[in-house]
């Protein structure tokens, strides 16, 4: 299988009623929309307001996973890091779940592991309401950038991997 096969899932989650908490939604949302225009026929994407234990079997379809959402830890504008499998008990917070505990499941249910990643977008609000703030719709392009160049060159993530923007 070459590099540009390869199944490309861009997974994003969080609340879109909660202003910027909706950055993983809106990512795959746009990429979608892109890959469609473009042709790109390799590349797929879900969302969903937080991760579950079900994901483990939506991502075991893939060789490559993106997980992106929104973040309130001090980044700058987006980072990107590769996930490991980890079963670290279930945070019972915003997220159900985290994606290395949702790859932890998929290697040992499905005995795969696809090459996973995690796309933090740096949001600024969360009162309850629909939109994002004009910071955080910078980031947001700004990681449509990165994913798009993700999906265009695969094999170059580790040039770019753990970089923030």
């Known amino acids: 299988m070459t590099k540009t ?3 490309i899932l861009i997974y994003g989650y969080g609340n ?3 202003y910027d908490d909706g ?3 809106k990512l795959a949302e746009e990429i979608e929309a892109w ?5 790109i026929g390799n590349v797929y994407c879900e969302t969903n ?3 579950n234990i079900e994901d483990a079997e939506i991502i075991s379809n893939y060789d490559i996973v993106i997980f992106a959402d929104a973040s309130e830890e001090d980044i700058d504008n987006i980072s990107l890091s590769m996930l490991s499998p980890s079963d670290s008990k279930i945070e019972f917070s915003m997220h159900a779940v985290s994606p290395a505990f949702v790859l932890d499941l998929c290697k040992k ?3 795969k592991k696809p090459e996973t990643y995690l796309i933090h977008i740096k ?4 009162q309850f309401s629909e939109g994002l703030s004009k910071k955080a719709q910078n980031n947001l ?3 449509i950038e990165q994913a798009r160049s993700i999906i265009l060159n695969p094999g170059k993530l580790a040039g770019i991997l753990n970089k923030t923007a």
Not at 35 to 39: F, I, L, P, V, W
Not at 123 to 126: C, D, L
């Open 5 to 7: 096969d390869k199944k």
């Open 16 to 18: 879109p009623g909660r």
């Open 23 to 25: 950055l993983g939604i």
């Open 35 to 39: 890959t469609e225009k473009t042709g």
């Open 49 to 51: 307001y937080q991760l």
């Open 109 to 111: 249910i499905y005995n």
């Open 123 to 126: 949001g600024y609000e969360w």
């Open 141 to 143: 392009n700004q990681a």
